[in-house]
């Protein structure tokens, strides 16, 4: 599972994980604010936490598929066909 690894490249994941944190800051704090805030229960003028998860952990978890969307691409046609007939 681990031998794909090597395989990827790994500057295109960086800047799918760039652009999913950018457009993601940019949709739920420019675009839709109200309908966030509500979904985490927050009023509208409160200040969001500054604490370093609150700040690293939604990009550091979009890492985790972007990484696993790209080892998927990589199977090769063996590995992805069953055998039921």
Do not use: H, Q
């Amino acid at each position: 599972m681990f031998d794909v690894l090597g395989d990827l490249n790994w500057f295109a994941i960086l800047l799918g994980f760039i652009a999913l944190t950018l457009l993601g800051g940019a949709w739920f704090a420019g675009l839709f604010p109200k309908a966030y805030n509500r979904s985490l229960g927050r009023e509208l003028g409160a200040k969001a936490p500054s604490s370093p998860l609150f700040l690293a952990g939604p990009p550091l978890t979009s890492l985790v598929p972007t990484s696993r969307d790209r080892c998927s691409t990589r199977r090769s046609p063996a590995a992805t066909t069953s055998s039921a007939a």
